[in-house]
């Protein structure tokens, strides 16, 4: 395993600002480079230990899923090797973890998608018999599968800021309320844009997860995020089915009326629901056994996914 990069620290390009995993930096007017680190959020709060290779397995792993899916929606990618980009003692810090992508424009919504009744949305089933305020048959279990997936975006917090559930109604409010400058001209409304990235949450989800079965996984659920271009076309931009941004189920080990175990950071949430921790800012500090099983989730999920040891 490589050393890990808690923060990266590109002094050759402007940094434009640090989110919960990755760091994002100016290459030109239309260009990004985007640094994946190895940080840990859990419950939104940035852990104090950094999980190796955990950068390196989300870019690979976002990397297959932006090939494989390319057909459903255009990407963020340029295909411009990060390394040509910044200074060539800073090389080692984007190796592997780092992507040149299009300045685009984001959407102000996370476009999560579920296929399971789990996390959230198991307690909101509980409690109300529906999840976002869609309606669900009586009597699922859970981490039962629902009759078909369904979207339920969500508003995109700040750093240490909880992520909070809106209805699709919110999510247009949202998308023309904040896109009204940009979209100007291109004949395309916020509204509209959000009926297209709920459309396509919806066909990258049920693609992915048809995959990922025969590779013996199960995609309880994922979360994607969108941009745009100047003439208004939606992008999938940000990373894409990772274990970060999903989880991921071992389907030999499913059945319905547990939390299944699995490949992604539930580990760490599980392990931190045993503390006497507010989920507030500052984390706690990660014992090395936690920290070694979530690098190894990581690594078995790229590796099972595509068939491939990671680099």
């Given amino acids: 395993m490589a050393t890990p990069l808690f923060e990266s620290s590109i002094r050759s390009l402007p940094l434009l600002g640090r989110g919960k995993v990755r760091d994002i930096y100016a290459v030109d007017a239309d ?36 090939a494989r899916l390319a057909h459903v929606v255009p990407n963020q990618l340029t295909g411009i090797d990060p390394e040509t980009v ?25 476009a999560v998608v579920r ?18 305020g869609i309606a669900l048959p009586a009597g699922l279990a859970q981490a039962a599968k629902l009759p078909a997936p369904i979207f339920t975006p969500a508003s995109k917090a700040e750093v ?23 979209l ?23 693609e992915a997860a048809d995959y990922a079965r025969t590779r013996g996984i199960i995609i309880a659920d994922t979360k994607f995020e969108f941009g745009v271009d100047g003439a208004g076309r ?8 990772t274990p970060d941004s999903s989880r991921f189920w071992p389907a030999d080990d499913y059945r319905e009326g547990i939390s299944p175990p699995s490949y992604d950071k539930q580990y760490v949430r599980d392990y931190l629901e045993t503390l ?24 078995e999920a790229y590796e099972r996914l595509t068939g491939e040891r990671l680099a």
């Avoid at 910044?86 to 996370?110: H, M, T, W, Y």
């Avoid at 307690?123 to 976002?132: E, F």
């Avoid at 990235?197 to 049920?206: C, E, G, I, K, P």
Wanted: hydrophobic content about 45%; glycine content about 8%.
């Fill in 86 to 110: 910044v200074a060539p003692d800073e090389r080692d810090q984007v190796r592997g973890r780092a992507l040149v992508v299009k300045r685009l424009a984001p959407l102000p919504i996370e």
């Fill in 234 to 241: 939606l992008h999938l931009i940000d990373e894409a089915l």
């Fill in 31 to 66: 260009k990004l480079l985007i640094v994946t680190s190895d940080r840990l959020s859990a419950f939104d709060v940035v852990l104090p230990d950094p999980i190796p290779d955990k950068g390196r397995v989300l870019t690979a792993l976002a990397n297959f899923w932006f």
């Fill in 160 to 182: 240490g800021d909880h992520d909070e559930n809106i209805s699709f109604e919110e999510a247009q409010a949202r998308c023309a309320a904040v896109l009204a400058a940009r």
């Fill in 115 to 132: 296929g399971y009744v789990i996390g959230s949305g198991w307690k909101d089933y509980q409690s109300t018999g529906a999840i976002c």
């Fill in 184 to 206: 100007e001209g291109t004949g395309v409304d916020g509204a509209t844009l959000a009926a297209q990235a709920r459309d396509a949450a919806l066909a990258l989800y049920s």
């Fill in 276 to 299: 006497d921790w507010n989920k507030k800012a500052p984390g706690p500090r990660l014992p090395a056994e936690v920290i070694e099983r979530t690098a190894a989730k990581y690594r």
